[in-house]
T-cell receptor, first 112, second 113 residues
Framework: EDQVTQSPEALRLQEGESSSLNCSYTVSGLRGLFWYRQDPGKGPEFLFTLYSAGEEKEKERLKATLTKKESFLHITAPKPEDSATYLCAVHPPGSTLGRLYFGRGTQLTVWP | EAQVTQNPRYLITVTGKKLTVTCSQNMNHEYMSWYRQDPGLGLRQIYYSMNVEVTDKGDVPEGYKVSRKEKRNFPLILESPSPNQTSLYFC????????????FGSGTQLSVL
């Protein structure tokens, strides 16, 4: 069973059309939830870390939020350069510090 | 420039021929980790290292070995590669395991025939 589930698997948006990506997790007592962006042929690039329910972080057109069971990555007025795969990862509790579980990602395409 | 360097970028090999994928970071990071990425499965952790001489298994360690003799290097060894190890491999590092910001290398695309 996946510890982290991302939805949708793929999302196509017109430029300027705001939307949200979802990351739900099954573990309780999360040590941290992370968002990464991955462009084709490249390694993931860090975006945000969230630690507790109610926390929010923003960067340009992206805003990440966290509840007790899920996180959302809100994209406001996206541009074609926001097209990428967005990955969510969690640091579960009770496991060795070094473990990190990734979701399968949401592939976002923004067309002009 | 701060970076994680993986080599080679692409590798085609045959079943059973031992290979090593190198990973080096220049940021004096304590924590390093290896992942494989397969279509539809996402990133799965193979091994990680909290510091020099300290390594531990991730989700999919079978068929892989690692070593951490120096802080900057964390090679991934496939003693007897098999076709099911065909994948895109990423090395990553961070200041410490408690530090959330992982820096990833550019990846190694491995094909085992």
């Amino acid at each position: 069973e996946d510890q982290v589930t991302q939805s949708p698997e793929a999302l196509r948006l017109q430029e300027g059309e705001s939307s949200s990506l979802n990351c739900s997790y099954t573990v309780s007592g999360l040590r941290g939830l992370f968002w990464y962006r991955q462009d084709p042929g490249k390694g993931p690039e860090f975006l945000f870390t969230l630690y507790s329910a109610g926390e929010e972080k923003e960067k340009e057109r992206l805003k990440a939020t966290l509840t007790k069971k899920e996180s959302f990555l809100h994209i406001t007025a996206p541009k074609p350069e926001d097209s990428a795969t967005y990955l969510c990862a969690v640091h579960p509790p009770g496991s060795t510090l070094g473990r990190l579980y990734f979701g399968r990602g949401t592939q976002l395409t923004v067309w002009p | 420039e701060a970076q994680v360097t993986q080599n080679p970028r692409y590798l085609i090999t045959v079943t059973g021929k031992k290979l090593t994928v190198t990973c080096s970071q220049n940021m004096n990071h304590e924590y390093m980790s290896w992942y494989r990425q397969d279509p539809g499965l996402g990133l799965r952790q193979i091994y990680y290292s909290m510091n020099v001489e300290v390594t531990d298994k991730g989700d999919v360690p079978e068929g892989y070995k690692v070593s951490r003799k120096e802080k900057r290097n964390f090679p991934l060894i496939l003693e007897s590669p098999s076709p099911n190890q065909t994948s895109l491999y990423f090395c990553a590092s961070s200041l410490a395991a408690t530090n959330e910001k992982l820096f990833f290398g550019s990846g190694t695309q491995l094909s085992v025939l």
